[in-house]
């Protein structure tokens, strides 16, 4: 995890080897703590699918352990093509 700005991260992930031998990365998971009350921006980095439901509506969930519940969470989701290519001919995309 990367703190880009007080309320701002890159998280990023690392990918799995499908069975065709393909990299994939489409599921996350991650954990935060002792952070204030306020809005938060966690750029989730190192997708591989071109497209995604994020951007038809979908929303992230925030499992609350003091609540005990699992809420949809997020404002203004979205998912893109990465600015920087990590490995030759492979394009990322970033879910923030």
Same mark, same amino acid.
Not at 16 to 42: D, H, I, N, R
């Given at each position: =995890? ?9 998280? &990023?992930?690392?990918? &799995?080897? $499908?069975?065709?031998?393909? @990299?994939? %990365? ?6 935060? @703590? ?6 938060? =921006? ?6 591989? +699918? ?14 609350? +352990? ?9 404002? &203004?989701? %979205? ?12 394009? $990322?995309?970033?879910?923030?």
């Amino acid at each position: =995890c990367i703190q880009i700005y007080s309320n701002e991260y890159d998280l &990023e992930m690392t990918s &799995e080897t $499908t069975w065709k031998g393909k @990299a994939a %990365c489409q599921w996350y998971y991650f954990s935060v @703590a002792s952070l204030k009350p306020g809005k938060y =921006c966690f750029n989730i980095l190192g997708f591989v +699918k071109p497209a995604s439901l994020y951007n038809s509506g979908l929303r992230p969930y925030l499992y609350s +352990k003091k609540a005990k519940i699992w809420s949809v969470v997020g404002n &203004e989701v %979205c998912y893109f093509k990465h600015r920087v290519v990590k490995k030759k001919n492979l394009d $990322t995309f970033v879910l923030s």
